[in-house]
């Protein structure tokens, strides 16, 4: 193979790989927000359960009349 021409086809076949690993990258920064953000989501669901008094164990008062 000519010189040029194998010059000319690894140039090619490089810009292809560049823009194969930029696509990559954003695809795979996206997926790692959302997991991010589900994870962050439910431990605050988890944190907020916590935070809340267990209805079970309080005592129920009676109706306040007027």
């Known amino acids: 193979m000519h010189p040029e021409t194998h010059l000319a086809l690894h140039r090619i076949r490089s810009a292809e790989l560049r823009d194969e690993a930029a696509d990559f990258r954003l695809v795979h920064r996206h997926a790692a927000r959302e997991a991010l953000r589900t994870r962050l989501?439910?431990?605050?669901?988890?944190?907020?359960?916590?935070?809340?008094?267990?209805?079970?164990?309080?005592?129920?008062?009676a109706p306040r009349t007027a």
């Open 41 to 61: 989501g439910w431990t605050l669901v988890e944190l907020g359960l916590r935070v809340l008094p267990d209805r079970t164990a309080m005592v129920p008062r």
